[in-house]
């Protein structure tokens, strides 16, 4: 029975560890820009070139060079790993990711595609300020602020176009569940800071919608 359980723990840790990966912070703009795009139809405004180019983008400015420098400074000794355990070793990678979010806000506006995206951009710069500030006192959970600031940018957008996609909406509210679970089973972070995490990213983006609509 104490082997089954142990074997049942291990697994959970491997499905976590993939979750935590698959569901990076980093990884949740581009993932956001492409439900925009899908589900609710805003790719149709566009040609398939453009609408490349800005996908392209996106992946570049806020996952592929925050990355690089991220592994760049770890690589210099200035972060501890990769997975930014330690609360100090933060940061620094979330500065760069500030200034990269509004970099793609800024450049994402030239393409005249999906107005909503650039409002959740800037909203997700505003977001790092913030989580860059409490990260100073407190460990946050960074993936549950940006599961939530994905979660309301779908919900506002559902609300002013009066376009419902229950299936994203959803999909988001479980893939959020599933973050949150994975975080916990890996030992990241305390309950309190998964669920702040949470309602502080969902907070903040739904407040910048209603500020801009």
Known sequence: MILVRTKLYELEKRIAGVI???????VIPSLTLYIL??????HQTAGTEKLWLLLGLVLVTTLLLPSVMIWLMMKAGLVGSLSLKRREDRMGPVLITA???YLTYYLARQFEIAPEFYVYMLGATLLAIVSLLITI??????????AGGSTAAFAEYA??????????????VVASGLIGFARLRLSAHKPAEVYGGYL??????????LLIK
């Open 159 to 172: 609300i002013l176009s009066g376009k419902i996609m229950p299936e994203a909406l959803i999909a988001c």
């Open 20 to 26: 935590s990966v698959g569901f990076h912070p980093l």
């Open 200 to 209: 502080l990213g969902f907070g903040i983006i739904w407040a910048v919608y």
């Open 137 to 146: 006192y407190w460990k946050i959970s960074l993936h549950m602020v940006a």
């Open 99 to 101: 200034v990269f979010f």
């Open 37 to 42: 795009l899908r589900q609710y139809g805003l």
